[in-house]
Every structure is written in structure tokens, then in C-alpha cells.
């Protein structure tokens, strides 16, 4: 019996030894990539507002290392489950059945892994030409497609130890796809050349996720299937698509305010904020509840990331709201939809997505039009808040903070705060791009974390810059994983023929607009906001210029309603988030939320029907 468990022992050790190198090697690689995005997009703000001059190259490098760091995503999301999937399929099967999807999911992830592998080589190998500012070859932008696929084959075959899943189990998932690729490429005909390339992509996308596929694979998929069995398009050209779609410098902005967000976080910064916030707010009923409103609203000018705001927000707030004799429920709730703040006043990622995809909306107007919204939004969670400790007898009013601790907060939390003034002010006025404005963000946050609070530890800095970068590596690579399929649609006209079938109905537009609030709001349920904004956003497009609407205003109309979704069952990814960290059920936040809920609501058709909400305070700066 020894003997043989010597052999299973070796293994299970050689599983954890390769895992661990790839961790470390992965999280590392993310980091230089990161760290030279960053440091480069710097210098070329240094040199233009403290030199007056300018580093042709510091864009062409900073874009090539971004895109190096979205390839490899494909490998990151391996990295503790990071890739983003939900399974509707899986709560109702059987033990045996959920290990006979899992297997399919997994080949489905195998399949595509594959073929973005072979289109990376292919195009790799034909690509000519140099950047025109670095004059290195035009393959670099494409060259880590396939060396991240390979590493994340290297992963799918050692995953699982925990799951049960036997490295034999893990390389013959591999083996059939690699035999699904190259069957499907050699067949004499396409299996579906008389089916429209569109549906076989949406069939194939709707099926992989509901199946449980991580998303950006699902998408993916979705294409790869597409180009194999249609022949419409070549698989090798969904990589220069990818690359065009994400390739942005306007993208950039992402990295450096996530960034910032983590400098604030590992430079005690937003510790200063919650002390404001308990200042301003903690006096009133309900006040450790509010304060998590007023928290979440003031982080929601720092990092732009719901995700991020719901994780330290929850570890921070929500234990001590339970000592005060708030249910775990509730807390948690309360944190989850507060969240969404983050993406709805500026500096928002969401925001950043949307606008590098519809040319028509500019950055700078979407965040100023995002400001009152997200006080709105603020105002009537902290009604509810009220009004539910009132029947439920929650936490009552205390000592109002004297005027000298208020001044004396809001001192210690200023220089934080100042970092809105310098992306939105700056923005406005013309004084720098939202690039040049995320990267000031990233270098203040610096400067404040090691020298004003001297709080950096180098251990926890190399570390939350890592988680970081693996961040901004899904988040990239989600948005590459959209464009081609995206690309499928707009070529067969799916946009212009839904705005025309819905222009026939003959609707009011106040109706109209109701639908498509409630079609948004269905969609952020089920489809993350990342992913639902990248799908929706072209596709609403041509019904929002028939109905004559602001392009800023109907921007924050998709991005609101997709942000409530994300709170909202079946899927309320950051309500999951936040139990998870709390260590509750779900459906117990989820019980709680009906109150939340409503209010947001009224929020929402006050701004989808009145945009001056969105749009005057642009014309008032004007």
C-alpha cells in the first residue's frame, strides 16, 4: 500500500510544485508588464508638461506592453479560478452530471485555447512591417496570443488536484480538444456554411456560458466555432481584431486607476476616506450604514471599480456593522448595491469601456455626466437605509461629531479627494487626456502612500500591484474576447435591423425607453456589467440616435441599469462577492435587498427621464 501511494504522493507533489512556478512566474511577468505600462505612460507625461517635450515611443510602448498583459490574462485567469463564469445549467444536475459538464466545459476551454494558440502562430509567422515610433517588428503586438495559450494549457493540465480532477483526466481533455480543432479544420466542407455566421456565434456564446465556460473563453469560443464551421471569417484575423478592439490608448486609463485604487488601499489612504465618512454621516439613524453609502460614494472617485470597492468595503465595514446589530444579510447587501457607485461616478471602468466604443461619447462629458447620478444614487440608498432601521430598530442616532474632528477628517482624507479635482477638472478643461489624467492619478497615489503616510510595506506593495495587474489582465482580456464577436454581428447588420424592427412598433419614446431599461436590467442579471456594456452598447446604439437621445445620457441610462443587475439574483455577482468575504449564504443578502433595490430603481427613471440629471451639471461648468 506505501509503494503505491508514493507514486500518487510524487505526483500530487509535482502538480503543486508546477502550479506554484506557473503562480509565481505569471503574477511576476504581470507585474514587469504592469510596472512598464505605467512607468512609461509617466515618462511621457513628465516630459511633456515638466520638459515641454515629447517621447514619440512612450504610447507605442505602453500600448504593446498593455496588450502583452491582456494576452496573458488567457494564462492569469487560471491563477485561483480568477476567469469570471456562472453555470445555469449545473445547480440542477446530479453529482455525476456536474462532473460530466465540468468535463465538457473544460474541453470547450481546451478547444479554444487551441485554436487562439494556432491563429497566434499564424499570424506571428506572416506579420511583416515595424512600429513606425520603436521600429520593432509589428509581430511583438501579437506574439504573447500563443505563449500565453501555451501556458495555459500547462495549467489546465495540473488544475484540479482539489477537485479531483487526475492529471490522465486533465490531458485527454486536452487531447480531444486538440482532435476537435483539427477534425473541424479538415473537413471538405463547413458544417454550417448555409447558416448566418451571427446565430451560429450567438447559439455557441449562449450555450458555453449558461454551460459554465468562463466568460472571455465562452466568447471566444463563440468565434472560434464561428470561423472553423462557417468560413466567413479567418481565425487567424480574430487576433488582429482583438488587438485593434483593445489596442486603444484610451484604455490605458484602466491600469492606471485600478492602480491607484490599490496605491490608496496599500498606502492606508482609504482608511482616511472612512474616518471622513464617519465624521460626516456616522451621527445619523442608521449611521455605520450610511457611513458604508458615503464610503462607497468617496472610493467611487479613487478606483472606478465596483469589484474592488465591495472587496474592502466588506472586510472593513461589514464586521463591524454586525457588532452594532446589523444581520450579516443585510450588511452585505447594503455593501453590494453601495458598490456600484464606483462605476457610475468618475473615474469609472465601466465608463472607459464604453466610451472606446461608441466614437460619439467623450470620456471627459461621460464622467461629469456620471457626478449626480451617483449622488442620486447615494441619496436614496441612505432613505432606505432609514427607513429600514426604523421598522427593524437598527443602530440609533449618536453624538454629532464636533466641527473640529469633521475639519480635521476631511484635512487627513483631502489629499485623496484631491485626486477627483485633478481627473475631472483636468479632463474638463483640456489640461490633460483620461490617460495622462489616470497616470497623474497612479503617480500622486504614490507620493501620498510613501511620503505623506509613509504607510507602504515593499512585501504587501509587490503583492496588491500583482493582484492588480492580474486584474487588469481579465478585465483587458474580457474586452478582447468581446470585439470579434461583436465584429460578427455589426458585419451582418444585427444592430441597424433591431433599431429598425424596433422603430416599426410604432412606441412612444418614453415606452421605448422603459423596455429598454427593463431588457438592460434582465440582461445585467444574468451577463456581468463588463460584458454586458461590450455586447449592448453597439448593438442600443442605432435605437438611441433614432429616439434623438444624448449619447452621454443614454451612456449612463446602460451603464445604471447593468450595475443594478450585477446586484440582482440569479447571478448579483457582487453580492456574491461580498458573502463570500463575509462568509454568509448568498440568499440572505439577497432577502435583503428589496428595499435597495427599490430605491435604485426610482433613481434610474429619474435619470433615464429627466437628463438634466446626467447632462446639466457639463452645461453648468460650460
Known sequence: MEGTERPVERMQDLRGRIGAGLDAGVGALAFVLLAITVITALAGVVSRYVFNASFTWTEELSVLTFLWLVFLGIAAGYRKGGHLSFSLIGASLSDRGRRILGVGVDVVVAFTTISILIAGYDVVSVIGGVSPALDWPEYLKFVMAPVACGCALIYQAVQGEEQGKSVIRNLAVIVVGVAAVVAISNLPSPIFASVSPALVALIALLASLAAGVPVPFAFLFAVAL???????????????????????????????????????????????????????????????AQVNVVNSMLVGGISGSSGADVASTTKVLVPEMVKRGYSPGFSCALTAMASIMPNVIPPSIAMLIYASLIPQVSVAKLFVAGIVPGLLIAATLMVANYIVAVRRGFEGGGRRAPLREIVASFFSAAPALMLVVIIVGGMRFGVVTVTEAGALAVLWAIFLGAFVYRAYNLRRFYDDMVACALDVAMIGLLIAATVPIAWVMVAERLPQQAATWVAGLSLDGWILLLIVNAFLLLSGMILETMVGILVFAPLLLPLSNALGLDPHHFAIVVIVNLMIGAVTPPVGMLVYVSTSIAGIAPRTAFAEMTPFLIASGLALLVLTYFPVVSLGLWRLLS
Open 226 to 288: 464561428t470561423a472553423q464551421s462557417t468560413h466567413a471569417i479567418p481565425l487567424p484575423a480574430t487576433i488582429p481584431v482583438m488587438v485593434n478592439g483593445v489596442g486603444k490608448f484610451v484604455l490605458l486609463a484602466i491600469p492606471f486607476f485600478l492602480a491607484a485604487g490599490y496605491l490608496m488601499t496599500s498606502g492606508g489612504i482609504t482608511d482616511r476616506l472612512i474616518r471622513f465618512a464617519i465624521a460626516l454621516v456616522g451621527h445619523m439613524r442608521a449611521g455605520l
